[in-house]
C-alpha cells in the first residue's frame, strides 16, 4: 500500500479512558449548550495503583514488565494470579490478569515488574447524544459539511489521485464503524474487536453497536458521491478497532490490544503493507500515569500523534485544561472552533495546545443515517484526514519522503491565525487548511451553512401552525447572497434570501408554516446551495378524551351525606394531551382533575367525598365530563331527618365530637327518637354508644347529641369507620362517616369581627396552634381571600420553617396582616377568610366579619352587636390614653365622651 517507514498516530476516540496508576483519563466530548459530552474520570490512585472497589476480592490489572525476557520468564507460583492476556502485545512487555488485591503491592515489589496498573474502566454518559439532531434516510444531493469546507478540503482533494488516497489507512479506535453504511462501506476493509473479552478480528466482529466510531469516521472518510455527506479524505482505507462496547464502556487492555492490532495490520507483522498509515483516537484525562505515557511514547516511535484538548475549557487562558495524552510532547493537541473561526467556550485552553480545527455543530454518518454533534473529538478527526491526504500526496510517486516531524510541521505551517496573534493558549498554530497542507491556493468564495434547525423533531396537532428557523453562517471567505428555501419532503415550500460578509451570521424565521398538513410524518428542513438541516414533523389527529365507563350509575342516598364516583378516560386520538375532568351535579360544577394521556392511554379518575350538603331532597343528574366526551348518572337525594356533623379528621390518641342529631319534621310528635352509634376498628370507640330521648319529639323539633370518638395512640390505621342508625316513630336510617387519622391537626384563631371605617388600615391577629402529635418541617398561615373592595397591604403568606419556625405540639405561633379599607368602601358587612396550613394537606379556615361604618358605630367592636355596651366604653377610654387608634382614627376626648354618652342613652 506504498506504506511509509514512519507512519502517522492520530489519536481520536471521544470516551474517557482511565489509564491509572496517579490517575484517570477521561473523554471530553462536547460542548456544554446542548452538544455531546462523553467524558469519565477513574477514581484517584493510592500506592501507586487506582484504587480498587472495596467489597471486591480480586481485580482486573496491566503488570508491565522490565523487558519481553522478563514477561515471557514470569511466573506467579505463590500467588492467585490468573493471565489473561497481553502475550501478543509487542511494543509493551505487559500481561493482564485477574489478581487478588493482596497481592498487587508484592507483585509491583518484584525486580522483573516495571509498574502495575488497574485496568480501568471507561463509560460515556447516557445522554450523550440526547440533544442531537439525528437525520435519518437522507436523500437528494449530497452535502458537505460546513467544516470539511471550511477547512478547504474539496480544493485538497482535487489535486490528490484517487489511487494514492486509497493507499493510506487510517484506523478508527472506538465503538467500531457501520460498516454498512452508504458513505462508509466501500473504505471500511478490516476490523477487530477486543471488548468484553472478545479478541477477535474480521469485519463482522467490528460492526458498531454505539455510533460514536461511525461519527468518527464519517469526519474522516465519508465518500464524495450523489448522497449523505463527504469526509475530508474520502477514499482513504478505514479499519475498524473495536475497543469500546455497545454502552460506551471500555478497558486499557482493550485499548493496547487495539494500537497493536492497528499497528501490525491484517497479517499481524509490524513494518508490512497493510499495516494502518494513521491510528485515530482521543483520550482525555486530567492526571497522566506512566502507563499512558509508554504507550504513547511507542506510538510515537512509529506515528505523529494527534489528540482532541478536551472540552473542560473555562475560557481562562491562565489555567490549563488540556487533557492527557494531549498534554505530552508526541500528541498534537487539537482544540475546536465554530462557523466564526473561533475556538467554542468549552474547548480546552493551554500551552499544549497545537491546531484548531472545526469541532462545532458537526454533520456526519451515523448507523441508519447522519447526526449534528459537537466536541473537540470531532475537530481532531478534521486533523486526521488531513494528515492522511499529506500522506497520500507524499507516497504518489511511489515513495514516501517525509518522516512524522516534517508532517507535524507541515500541518502546522498550514494554518489560519486566529484567536491572538502567532501562536496562542486557545488555538495553538492556528486553524488547519487542508489546501495549505497540499500547496493548493484557495479560492474565495461563499458558502452558507445550515445550523441550530428548530424546532427540530416535533410533533403537532392537524390545524397547529409551527414557526421554523435555522442559523444560516457564511464560513467561506467572501461576501454574497444565497436563496435560503424551507423544504417539505425534498419540494420547497417558502424562500427568502440572506446575503451575508464572510464569517456572518443569521437567523431565517418562516413563521406559522404547515398548518394545512394532513395526519402523517413529514420531512422538512432548512436549504442553502451548500448546505441543510432536516427533521422529522409528525402531523397527528389531535387527542381526544372519551369517557368510556361510570361507575356507579345510579346513586340513593340521604341529603348531607358524600359519595364517591369514578370514570374511565381513554385518549383515542393520536397526540398526547392535557384537559381538566369535571364532576357535575344539577350543571353545578362540584371539582375537577387535570388529566395528561398520551394515545391510547386509559386512566381511572375518582371523585371521593362529594357532598350533597347544598342540595334539597329530589332527584339530579350527575355528570363526568371532558372537552370531547361525557356520562351521566342519576342521583336521589332522600329527607334526611338524622344528620352527623363529621369532623375533617382525627388524631390517634386525641378525641374527636361528632354532634347527631334527629329531627321531626312531621306534624305530630312521635314517642320513639333514639340511634345506636358504633365505630368498626380496633383501637377507637364512641361514647355514647345508644341514645334515646324517653319523652319522645314534639313535632318540628330537633335532638342533638355529641358522641365522643376516641382513637388509641398506637392506632395504625389510615381512616375511621364509624357507623350510626336513627330510628324516628317507626322509621330508620343510617349516617355513615369515613374520617381521615393524622397525627398532624391544626387549629386556626382570628377574631370573629372588627369594627372600622372607610379610609382605615387595620390589622388582623392570627394564631396557629399545633394540636396534632407531630411537628411537621412547614407550614404557614395565609389571607386566603376577601370581599369586596378589602385588600391586604403587602404580602399574604406567612411560611412556617421558613420565616418563622414550626411551632411544637401543643404550641402556637402568630401573625398579622395589615387590611386596607378604601375610603370609597361603602358601609356594610365583608369578610376576610384565614387559613392555616401544617405539612403539605391539613388546613383550618378561620373568618372574621368586618363592618365598616361611620360616626361612632366604629367604636362597636364587642358583643352585643349592634349598640355600644360597657367593654366598648372601656375599649375607648384604653385606647385614648394609649393615643391609639379604633377604626383607623384616633381617639379624642370628644371621641370618649360620645362614646360615654351613647352607653348611657343606649344607642
Do not use: C
Not at 508526541?330 to 482544540?335: R, T
Amino acid at each position: 500500500m506504498g506504506k511509509r517507514l514512519i507512519g502517522i498516530l492520530v489519536v481520536f476516540i471521544a470516551l474517557g479512558i482511565g489509564i491509572p496508576a496517579v490517575g484517570g483519563v477521561q473523554l471530553g466530548d462536547v460542548d456544554h449548550g446542548g452538544t455531546v459530552d462523553v467524558s469519565a474520570a477513574s477514581p484517584p490512585a493510592t500506592n501507586g495503583t487506582t484504587p480498587v472497589d472495596p467489597e471486591s476480592e480480586r481485580v482486573s490489572v496491566l503488570i508491565v514488565f522490565e523487558n519481553g525476557t522478563a514477561r515471557e520468564a514470569a511466573t506467579f507460583p505463590d500467588r492467585d494470579v490468573s493471565v489473561t492476556g497481553g502475550h501478543d502485545v509487542d511494543f509493551m512487555p505487559v500481561l493482564y490478569a485477574n489478581v487478588p488485591t493482596e497481592a498487587i503491592e508484592a507483585i509491583e515489589r518484584r525486580p522483573d515488574v516495571q509498574a502495575v496498573y488497574q485496568d480501568s474502566k471507561v463509560s460515556n454518559p447516557d445522554d450523550a447524544v440526547a440533544s442531537e439532531t439525528t437525520l435519518r434516510s437522507q436523500s437528494g444531493g449530497q452535502v458537505t459539511p460546513w467544516g470539511v469546507d471550511r477547512i478547504d478540503a474539496p480544493e485538497a482533494n482535487g489535486v490528490l489521485d484517487d489511487a494514492a488516497k486509497a493507499n493510506v489507512t487510517v484506523a478508527v479506535l472506538d465503538t467500531g464503524i457501520d460498516y454498512t453504511h452508504a458513505d462508509l462501506n466501500a473504505s471500511v476493509s478490516w476490523g477487530a474487536n477486543f471488548t468484553d473479552g472478545v479478541d477477535e478480528v474480521g469485519l463482522p466482529t467490528a460492526m458498531d453497536d454505539n455510533g460514536h466510531g461511525t461519527a468518527a469516521a464519517g469526519v474522516i472518510a465519508a465518500a464524495d458521491d450523489d448522497h449523505g455527506v463527504v469526509g475530508v479524505a474520502p477514499g482513504v482505507e478505514l479499519y475498524a478497532m473495536k475497543v469500546v462496547n455497545k454502552n460506551g464502556r471500555g478497558r486499557m487492555s482493550w485499548l493496547i490490544s487495539g494500537i497493536e492490532a492497528a499497528i501490525d495490520g491484517e497479517d499481524g507483522e509490524l513494518a508490512t503493507a497493510d499495516d494502518a498509515d494513521v491510528l485515530s483516537m482521543s483520550l482525555g484525562g486530567p492526571v497522566g500515569n506512566d502507563g499512558l505515557a509508554d504507550v504513547i511514547d511507542y506510538a510515537s516511535d512509529h506515528a505523529v500523534v494527534v489528540s482532541s484538548a478536551g472540552n473542560g475549557g473555562d475560557g481562562a487562558t491562565d489555567t490549563n485544561d488540556v487533557t492527557y495524552p494531549a498534554k505530552y510532547p508526541g500528541a498534537i493537541a487539537v482544540a475546536a472552533t465554530n462557523q466564526s473561526d473561533q475556538t467554542t467556550t468549552w474547548s480546552a485552553e493551554g500551552n499544549e495546545v497545537e491546531l484548531a480545527a472545526p469541532g462545532h455543530a458537526i454533520r456526519t454518518t451515523w448507523p441508519d443515517g447522519e447526526i449534528v454533534i459537537s466536541g473537540t473529538s470531532f475537530a481532531a478527526p478534521h486533523v486526521s484526514g488531513v494528515a492522511a491526504l499529506v500522506i497520500a500526496q507524499d507516497v504518489a510517486d511511489g515513495t514516501r519522503d517525509l518522516s512524522e516531524m516534517a508532517v507535524r510541521n507541515r500541518l502546522q505551517n498550514a494554518t489560519l491565525d486566529i484567536e491572538s496573534s502567532g501562536i496562542d493558549l486557545r488555538s495553538g498554530h492556528g486553524l488547519l487548511l487542508a489546501d495549505d497542507a497540499v500547496g493548493v491556493d484557495s479560492v474565495s468564495v461563499t458558502n452558507f451553512s445550515v445550523v441550530n434547525l428548530s424546532p427540530g423533531e416535533k410533533a403537532v396537532t392537524t390545524g397547529e401552525t409551527v414557526d421554523v428557523s435555522a442559523t444560516v453562517v457564511n464560513v467561506g471567505d467572501a461576501a454574497g447572497s444565497q436563496t435560503v428555501s424551507l423544504t417539505r419532503n425534498g419540494s420547497i415550500v417558502d424562500e427568502t434570501t440572506a446575503t451575508l460578509s464572510a464569517g456572518e451570521t443569521t437567523t431565517v424565521t418562516f413563521a406559522g408554516v404547515f398548518g394545512g398538513l394532513g395526519p402523517g410524518t413529514y420531512a422538512y428542513g432548512v436549504q442553502t446551495a451548500n448546505d441543510s438541516q432536516t427533521a422529522t414533523l409528525s402531523v397527528g389527529s389531535p387527542p381526544n378524551f372519551t369517557v368510556t365507563a361510570l361507575s356507579p350509575e345510579s346513586i340513593s342516598l340521604a341529603g348531607g351525606e358524600s359519595f364517591d364516583v369514578s370514570a374511565t378516560i381513554e385518549n383515542t386520538g393520536e397526540q398526547e394531551g392535557t384537559q381538566s375532568v369535571a364532576l357535575t351535579v344539577d350543571g353545578r360544577e362540584t371539582s375537577s382533575r387535570t388529566v395528561s394521556l398520551e394515545p391510547g392511554e386509559t386512566r381511572t379518575v375518582t371523585f371521593a367525598d362529594v357532598s350533597t350538603a347544598d342540595f334539597e331532597q329530589g332527584e339530579y343528574a350527575y355528570r363526568v365530563g371532558t372537552a370531547n366526551d361525557s356520562r351521566t348518572g342519576a342521583l336521589t337525594i332522600a329527607d334526611r331527618w338524622f344528620r352527623a356533623s363529621v369532623p375533617d379528621r382525627v388524631v390517634p390518641g386525641e378525641n374527636a365530637t361528632i354532634p347527631y342529631t334527629l329531627t321531626n319534621a312531621g306534624d305530630s310528635a312521635v314517642g320513639d327518637a333514639s340511634f345506636v352509634v358504633a365505630a368498626e376498628q380496633n383501637g377507637t370507640d364512641v361514647s355514647p354508644s345508644v341514645g334515646w330521648k324517653s319523652d319522645g319529639l314534639a313535632a318540628g323539633a330537633s335532638w342533638t347529641t355529641n358522641v365522643t370518638l376516641a382513637v388509641d395512640r398506637d392506632f395504625d390505621g389510615e381512616v375511621v369507620h364509624v357507623n350510626a342508625t336513627g330510628q324516628l316513630g317507626g322509621e330508620r336510617t343510617s349516617v355513615n362517616a369515613t374520617i381521615p387519622v393524622t397525627e398532624t391537626d391544626v387549629e386556626l384563631h382570628a377574631p370573629e369581627r372588627i369594627t372600622t371605617t372607610p379610609g382605615s388600615s387595620m390589622n388582623v391577629s392570627y394564631t396557629l396552634e399545633n394540636t396534632g402529635t407531630t411537628k411537621p418541617s412547614a407550614g404557614g398561615i395565609f389571607v386566603a381571600s376577601t370581599t369586596g373592595p378589602l385588600s391586604v397591604n403587602g404580602s399574604k403568606a406567612r411560611f412556617l420553617g421558613f420565616q418563622a419556625p414550626v411551632p411544637a405540639t401543643g404550641e402556637s405561633v402568630g401573625h398579622s396582616f395589615t387590611i386596607d379599607v378604601p375610603e370609597s368602601t361603602p358601609p356594610g358587612t365583608y369578610r376576610i377568610a384565614g387559613q392555616g396550613v401544617l405539612g403539605t394537606e391539613i388546613d383550618d379556615w378561620a373568618n372574621t366579619t368586618v363592618v365598616v361604618t361611620e360616626g361612632l358605630d366604629r367604636f362597636d367592636q364587642n358583643e352585643p352587636a349592634g349598640e355600644i355596651g360597657f367593654q366598648d366604653v372601656l375599649d375607648a377610654i384604653g385606647a385614648y390614653n394609649e393615643g391609639e387608634t379604633v377604626g383607623g382614627s384616633p381617639v379624642t376626648f370628644q371621641d370618649v365622651l360620645d362614646v360615654i354618652g351613647a352607653y348611657n342613652s343606649g344607642s
